[in-house]
């Protein structure tokens, strides 16, 4: 089943000029980029820095407006629902950010963040909203009394597993994954790939992993989309249960600065 679906996605951004005399200049952010995501997979998103792949990440989110194409979820075109409407269906994905600790209000408990979207959208019980944070913590390898204490208490592996238990709060069939092990070291990237590989398989997850790595991509991905110059370049699927060797006709297709991770 094709979860999420997009057609010819375009995106301008305008440049400022000091002077009145010259007119703003647009550049081309995303350039007809045209991609389908199946339920329960997930989808590398690779390229170098600047080639697209977070604008796409913010438009599909609906944190950006796309210029022209469509964005469909579920069937249903994500550009044309009413506010609402919209609102429910942003539930169903979610998106963890690079920064493990930006993503976090440092003045806050781990508790309360992962809350915070279960407030907004479900509004429990302060006793059955309790409950679900602490399985939420426990399903991302953490503890239930891990809810009372700080972010500064945690490493930058733990806290990523924290954004990943609050984007799970709301039960959404999709998560983006912008950059999400860049910053951690090599043992915790691995337990957090594994710990998406669990997760998916629980909870039928998509995902959306955006990566300069090819190497972490492909330690989880069952298709590559490689993107250069706001558009799509290469797409190329690959089986899971083999050793994840990485195909050298992708590696070929590559940006020179995309970190394959092998000699």
Known sequence: MTLLE????????????RSFLKKPRQIRALSDVSLSLEQGTCTGLVGKSGSGKSTLARVIMGLEKADSGQIIFKEESIPHLKN????????????????????????I????????????????????????????LVEVGLEPTDAYKYPSQFSSGQLQRVNIARALALKPELLILDEIVSSLDTIAQVQVLELLLHLQVKFNLSYLFISHDLQAANYICNQFVVMDNGGIVKKEMTD???????NPDLIESLPEDVDIGVN
């Open 6 to 17: 997009l057609k010819g996605v375009t995106k301008y951004y305008k440049t400022s000029h």
């Open 84 to 107: 609402k409407k919209l609102k429910n269906m942003q539930q169903h994905f979610q998106m963890v950010f690079q920064d493990p600790y930006s993503a976090l209000n440092p003045k």
């Open 109 to 136: 408990t781990i508790g309360k963040s992962i809350a915070e979207p279960i407030e907004n959208f479900e509004k429990l019980p302060s006793t059955e909203e309790d409950k679900k944070v602490k399985k939420l």
């Open 240 to 246: 899971l249960n083999n050793d994840r060797t990485i």
